[in-house]
Each structure stands twice: as C-alpha cells, then as structure tokens.
C-alpha cells in the first residue's frame, strides 16, 4: 500500500520568509498528488494537485509544489509567507491503478505551519 | 451554493449509545467519502460511495456503518459508540477520482 510521510510535524517561520514543506510518498507506480490546507476549525481545502504533466504545479495562494519521480516528492513551497499563511498544510496522494488502497486519497499526518510577526 | 454540510457540529455520546452523522451536498458529485481525524494521524478513510446505492470499507471501517440511498446525502452510523471513536469526523464530495475533493465543516465527537 501507498503511505505519505509528512517530514515535518511543525514548522515556525518568520512573515515573508520562504516556506518548504516536505511530503515523501512511497509507490511504485504512477499517482495524483494533492496538497490541502486546513485552517483552524474548518474543514480542509484543496491547495494544489498533480496530475501528469509539467512538474511544477502553481496553487491558490501563491503556493507552487514540485513533483519528483525520482525522489518520489512532492515538496509545497511559498516565496513570502503571510500570517493568514497559518494553518495545517497535508500531503495526499491518490493511487489511480487501483489495488488495496487504489483510487482513494491517502494523507499524510500534517504539518503545522506557524507565521509569526 | 452550499457545498458540503454536515450535521450536527458538535456531540457528546455515553460508550454504548448510537448516533447517525449527516452529510449532504449540492454539487451533484458521484463520490462521497466520510473521514475520521486524529492528532498526529492525519485523516483516515473510514468508509466511501462511488455512487448512489453503493458503498465501500475504507482504511478504517470497523464500529461504522454508512448508507447512500440518495445521491447527494451520506449517512454515517455509529451503533454502538465507544471511546476510542472520539474524533472529528469529516466528510467529503468529489465528481471523480482525480476530482477535488470538497470538505465538510465537520463534527466533533467526544465519546464518554
């Protein structure tokens, strides 16, 4: 079965510093990855997915990932990052070939990314 | 548009007693998906419908059961609740696999 790893639990930076949240997936074969943001007491939204395609994949927010095949990643990052850039950001990956876990989201545990001024 | 909606928000269960989580949405999606999430755990996929009248076991599927008889709602049961069921518990709609999924509020259960 395909499994994410969110490498990091939490994350503290500075407003309008860069940002890099890492998500290592295991598979394989081919997979759609996702990235969702989850703002206090609400449900999740999608930020960013990869599909196929160009490798570089432009989100709401100004967020941008990058999927590599080789390192099976698919790293989230942010040039500038706001307060209201607060939140819980999790990795997903969906494995469209089927199999035990085939064709439904697999997230990773989370990460906290905290913006202080 | 009011996308995904669940009901209640919030609800506190005795160990033994039953409860049903409503879900409804408005997009006309195929697929619906209910999730359960814990700290550190990231969310797990309890149970799923790839269409009105089916339903399918997720990751995690033992103590709930879940029912599909109209396409825009998904219902999630607890029979007979227990403390480690305490979670928040979401619930979610896309119109395919590679679809966007889109998520509910939530509901908040504490099981005593």
């Known amino acids: 079965a395909q499994s994410v790893t969110q490498l990091d639990s939490q994350v503290p930076v500075f407003e309008e510093a860069p940002v890099e949240l890492r998500c290592n997936y295991s598979?394989?074969?081919?997979?759609?990855l996702f990235w969702y943001v989850q703002y206090p007491n609400q449900g999740l939204q999608l930020l960013l997915k990869?599909?196929?395609?160009?490798?570089l994949v432009k989100g709401i927010n100004g967020f941008e990932a990058e999927f590599n095949k080789s390192q099976t990643s698919f790293h989230l990052r942010k040039p500038s990052v706001h307060i209201s850039d607060t939140a819980e950001y999790f990795c997903?990956?969906?494995?469209?070939?089927?199999?035990?876990?085939?064709?439904?989201?697999?997230f990773g545990a989370g990460t906290i990314l905290r913006v202080k001024s | 548009n009011a996308g995904v909606t669940q009901t209640p928000k919030f609800r506190v269960l005795k160990t033994g007693q039953s409860m049903t989580l409503l879900c409804a949405q408005d997009?006309?999606?195929?697929?619906m998906y209910w999730y359960r999430q814990d700290p550190g755990m990231g969310l797990r996929l309890i149970h799923y419908?790839?269409?009105?009248?089916?339903?399918a076991k997720g990751e995690v599927p033992d103590g709930y059961n879940v029912s599909r008889l109209k396409k825009q709602n998904f219902l999630l049961g607890l029979e007979s609740a227990a403390p480690s069921q305490t979670s928040v518990y979401f619930c979610?709609?896309?119109?395919?696999?590679?679809?966007?999924?889109?998520f509910g509020p939530g509901t908040r259960l504490l099981v005593l």
């Open positions: 979610a709609s896309s119109d395919g696999l590679a679809g966007t999924q889109y």
């Open positions: 598979s394989s074969v081919s997979v759609y």
């Open positions: 990869y599909l196929s395609g160009s490798t």
């Open positions: 997903a990956v969906i494995l469209p070939r089927g199999g035990e876990y085939g064709n439904k989201l697999v």
């Open positions: 997009m006309n999606h195929e697929y």
């Open positions: 419908s790839v269409g009105e009248g089916t339903t």
